[in-house]
């Protein structure tokens, strides 16, 4: 009965009946092989910043998927670049830096593990981890194999394994620009400094809670209403639509929108995953009724 809160950014979830912390591929793929043949169900947690757990917990096998070594985990090629799953995504930049390589500095920043990265098509300032990416290995349920880029169908916050809920991460290819490490280094900082001074350290959050609407994809009549400076990089903030549909300060139990940034939905120290459902359903209705559009969530619920 391992609690599972605690092992989420945002510090919601009930008890896992089992937990094991994998600390490579081999103990991953060895403790998956045992739960399936003794035919208890599993979930692999990656560093559990962009998930909400329920109350109730899991009733099967959690495994937490860490890395320890990550000086070991990268394989380098010129500009081919092969990194494992586990790795947080500041060490994987930290590695590009240090090889004069460019294609990923945008990630800055971003909590969380290249796996769950690649999951949910990470992203930010106009750049995608998906941009660089060659091919990824999974492991399917039955067996070890590499994926193309044009498999996955990588989309905005988005990718096939979202529709593939067995196909675990393992290791990632990416073929890398020429870039110059001060340079990067630069460019790294000054979007880390941006991100602190717009969110406060400690919070517990999964960060960006909706995703951003392409403005293909908004009709004509509501596109008409939003100012043109508010659209950054053909998207409309889903901060902005939750902003002007007054939300600001709304909570349930303890979740609350935050003061500073309006996607931004907060644990404030007593919150629960049914106070979180019941937040997200009242501001996707506020939403719709003041533009007709429907959110979508970039954070993943496990039940």
Avoid at 3 to 21: D, I, K
Wanted: proline share 3%.
């Amino acid at each position: 009965n391992w609690p599972l809160a605690r092992e989420t950014n945002f510090g919601l979830g009930g008890p896992a009946r089992y937990f094991f912390r994998a600390t490579s591929k081999a103990d991953l793929l060895k403790a998956l092989s045992v739960a399936k043949q003794l035919k208890i169900k599993t979930f692999v947690l990656g560093s559990g910043t962009n998930v909400a757990i329920s109350d109730r917990g899991f009733s099967g096998l959690v495994i937490k998927f860490e890395n320890q070594n990550p000086h070991q985990s990268f394989y380098l090629n010129k500009r081919l670049l092969i990194a494992e799953a586990s790795v947080l995504l500041a060490d994987l930049l930290k590695f590009s830096f240090k090889h004069d390589l460019a294609g990923l500095e945008k990630m800055a920043g971003i909590p969380g593990t290249l796996g769950g990265a690649i999951v949910g098509n990470a992203g930010a300032y106009g750049q995608m981890i998906s941009d660089q990416v060659i091919w990824v290995e999974i492991f399917d349920g039955q067996k070890i194999r590499q994926v193309s880029k044009s498999t996955l169908k990588f989309n905005y916050r988005d990718s096939l394994f979202k529709q593939r809920p067995t196909w675990l991460v393992l290791r990632v290819a990416f073929k890398l620009l020429a870039g110059e490490r001060k340079i990067l280094q630069a460019e790294s900082r000054k979007i880390i400094a941006i991100r602190n001074n717009k969110y406060p350290a400690g919070i517990k959050s999964a960060g960006s809670f909706f995703k951003n609407l392409p403005v293909t994809k908004i009709p004509n009549s509501v596109r008409k209403k939003i100012p043109t400076e508010k659209i950054k990089a053909g998207k409309i903030p889903a901060a902005y639509l939750l902003e002007q549909s007054n939300v600001g300060g709304m909570t349930v139990g303890g979740m609350a929108v935050s003061h500073f940034h309006h996607n931004f939905l907060i644990n404030t120290g007593t919150g629960t995953y049914c106070d979180l459902r019941l937040l997200v359903r009242h501001l996707k209705k506020k939403v719709y009724r003041q533009f007709g559009l429907e959110l979508e969530e970039e954070v993943r619920y496990i039940n």
